[in-house]
């Protein structure tokens, strides 16, 4: 059965670090197993098993302990349970500080299927499994060190085969006798937040108070979480949502609840009377409530909002705006300036040969501005999407590397034409050819990466229209290409022979392409015309995203 799963997000907007994405290259391309020995140390800070997949969402399995309270020194009992598992890794960690290191040494009642492990400084901080064997229950006895945090929370990471596991499960919090009470929450709430888009965790967060709606087997689970860089959803110990609702029925998620404006007894929640960025994303579910990738980008409010204010229709995007000008910038320097340049260039030479723009030939004037437009467009394009994603993005496929072939191309094109010998130099013919065949490989190259771009996720233009509407660019282009060949070759052909007492006076090549220059300049305004309509029609879908 097909599932889907809702979170909504309350996000400050932070530029990513690479660090997650190292982790991930790691974890992903580096040749990894699993740890059926427990010898889990390079796990300690994320908790995380390289195992590659995604974690479980809602965990199965319980930690209980035999006290609230402690004191330094003192000893508490852990008991990890649930259904058969093959791993764990357990740890304890200051409370209000999830992210902080473990805390404290642990002490063993089975040492067959437990063992001691050491985690940063704290020898015997973590405590993991021996061997692969099935397990239902573990005990163990953790150690409170002198200088204790006032809470502490306890934290265990579950395997119950390779690709099936539950991260960092929240446990009971425990706290030193005086330690000051949780707040009581207030009991004002917000207006109910409701959405008909099945939604996933978000793809540029910094530190992000989530909601989560997940629907498995006909019923849906609304728990809360909160988000780290690009780690999975953390879920919180206790729910603090409060008239819980939902419906699924024609393939719609909907969820609906309520919860106290303040809430100063659960960390990671943020107070609802001040104005955050709303992220909405979606994806699927699979059986225990894991959930998968997002195949499109998250729909995100375009400014900060209240959600305690007044009920309106704030809209969102699901594309960054440095994607939309880097999508934007390309179609302008390669479906208009770059195209008309080269039609000018092939066949405007003739028409144009005895009118003058600065002293140059206009032709060649019209051809050189339109083609450094290009050059220039092109480069502002490029940085962009490195400004975006801090760095080189390892989930864009091969567009980057042709995106970065085809700058390059056009960056040698223009140095190339820099140094053009004159018109009658003996290397002028073989700097033709270079030119020409430079110029092509960059225009073939161009569209190939637009095709791949516009189905990427951060910008993801409507599917077909965004193919077809390509093609038939294209087609337009070669088809107007192959009408004035046609007209140049039939003007070729239209050569007056007089003959005069055995002399044959040819008209020459340059007259006859002057009598087709109405016609030429009939079919460059159309071609221009239409390229603007193509042009538009691609900024209007990337304005609607």
């Known amino acids: 059965m097909e599932r889907k799963f809702i979170s909504v997000l309350l996000a400050w907007m932070e530029l990513p670090g690479l660090a997650f994405a190292v982790w991930m290259l790691i974890c992903f391309y580096a040749p990894v197993g699993g740890y059926p020995n427990g010898k889990v140390r390079e796990a300690c800070t994320s908790m995380i098993p390289c195992h590659g997949s995604s974690p479980q969402l809602l965990p199965k399995h319980t930690i209980t302990v035999n006290g609230t309270e402690f004191k330094p020194g003192d000893s508490i009992e852990v008991h990890l349970s649930g259904p058969v598992f093959e791993g764990f890794f357990i740890q304890a960690r200051d409370a209000e500080h999830l992210e902080s290191p473990a805390l404290g040494s642990f002490m063993l009642a089975d040492r067959r299927a437990s063992q001691l492990l050491t985690c940063g400084r704290t020898k015997n901080s973590a405590v993991s499994h021996t061997s692969k064997a099935k397990k239902q229950h573990i005990k163990v006895y953790w150690i409170a060190p002198g200088d204790a945090p006032k809470r502490v929370q306890f934290l265990a990471t579950v395997v119950k085969k390779y690709r099936t596991f539950w991260v960092k499960i929240p446990g009971p919090i425990v706290s030193q006798p005086n330690a000051l009470s949780p707040a009581t929450p207030l009991h004002a709430t917000s207006e109910a937040v409701a959405t008909s888009h099945p939604v996933s965790y978000l793809s540029k967060p910094g530190d992000d108070d989530a909601y989560l709606c997940v629907g498995e087997d006909h019923h849906v689970h609304t728990v809360t979480a909160y988000l780290k860089g690009r ?315």
């Not at 699924?248 to 107070?271: E, M, T, V, W, Y």
């Not at 030479?349 to 002293?359: C, D, H, I």
């Not at 206009?362 to 940085?383: A, N």
């Open 231 to 545: 780690s999975p959803p953390v879920l919180d110990s206790e729910n603090a949502l409060e008239d819980v609702s939902w419906r699924l029925a024609d393939g719609l998620l909907q969820c609906s609840f309520r919860r106290s404006i303040h809430l100063p007894a659960h960390k990671g929640r943020f107070n609802l009377n001040a104005s955050y960025y709303i992220f909405l994303a979606d994806g699927e579910a699979s059986e225990g409530g894991v959930i998968h990738k997002h195949q499109q980008q998250p729909l995100i409010t375009s400014g900060m909002y209240n959600v305690t204010g007044l009920p309106q229709d704030i809209g969102g995007s699901r594309s960054p705006r440095l994607i939309k000008a880097h999508g934007a910038l390309m179609f302008i320097a390669w479906i208009t300036t770059v195209s008309i340049g080269v039609i000018v260039a092939r066949f405007f030479k003739p028409v144009w040969s005895y009118s003058f723009l600065f002293g140059k030939e206009m032709w060649f004037q019209v051809h050189r501005m339109l083609m450094l437009t290009t050059v220039m467009l092109t480069g502002i394009s490029f940085v962009l999407p490195f400004i975006y994603r801090g760095g080189w993005s390892q989930q864009a496929g091969f567009h980057p590397y042709l995106g970065c072939t085809v700058m390059a191309l056009a960056i040698f094109q223009a140095l190339m034409a820099g140094f053009r010998p004159s018109r009658h130099a003996p290397r002028r013919q073989l700097f033709n050819w270079f030119h020409w065949s430079t110029g092509t490989a960059a225009r073939i190259l161009a569209v190939v990466t637009m095709f791949l771009g516009m189905n990427l996720a951060a910008l993801d233009l409507p599917d077909p229209w965004d193919t077809y509407t390509m093609i038939a660019f294209v087609t337009w282009h070669v088809g107007i290409d192959v009408l004035l060949e046609i007209h140049s070759y039939c003007l070729i052909r239209k050569v007056e022979v007089i003959e005069y007492d055995r002399v044959q006076i040819l008209q020459s090549l340059t007259s006859a392409e002057a009598e087709g220059r109405l016609f030429k300049q009939i079919v460059l305004s159309i071609y221009v015309c239409g390229n603007i309509v193509f042009l538009i029609a691609f900024l209007a879908a990337i304005n609607q995203i």
